[in-house]
């Protein structure tokens, strides 16, 4: 099992900026892709940007040129900078990590393990 805990939600203005932090801890030797996702009520779960352990990423439409994802193996840490917030990427977003694999058009099997999320919200 792996755990994952999220940090670094806030409230902040359009225009503005964050950094959310995850760190894994348990079996990480089987997690090869990890993501962040995104969940608001009444919608459907997104993918927001998924990056494998070898450094392939891929990032939804909706977040290009304004989200990067990061990752650094060593210390079982994830990261996402996101910039230009607006209102709606207000959501409740969560780190998660599997076995799976990352291409630059897809991902599959990064969510088998979550965090509890961290709440992103945008005014």
């Known amino acids: 099992h792996v755990q994952l805990v999220e940090s670094g939600g806030a409230s902040v203005q359009a225009g503005g900026s964050l950094r959310l932090s995850c760190v894994a801890s348990?079996?990480?030797?089987?997690?090869?892709?990890m993501g962040w996702f995104r969940q608001t009520p009444g919608k459907q779960r997104e993918g927001v940007a998924v990056?494998?352990?070898?450094?392939?990423?891929k990032h939804a439409d909706f977040v290009k040129g304004r989200f990067t994802i990061s990752r650094d193996n060593a210390r079982n840490n994830l990261s996402l900078l996101m910039a230009a917030l607006q209102p709606e990427d207000t959501a409740l977003y969560y780190c998660?990590?599997?076995?799976?694999?990352?291409?630059?058009?897809?991902?599959?099997?990064?969510?088998?393990?979550r965090g509890q999320g961290t709440q992103v919200t945008v005014s």
């Open positions: 348990g079996y990480t030797y089987s997690v090869n892709c």
């Open positions: 990056i494998a352990r070898g450094g392939t990423t």
């Open positions: 998660a990590a599997g076995p799976g694999w990352v291409s630059g058009t897809a991902f599959f099997g990064c969510d088998d393990f």
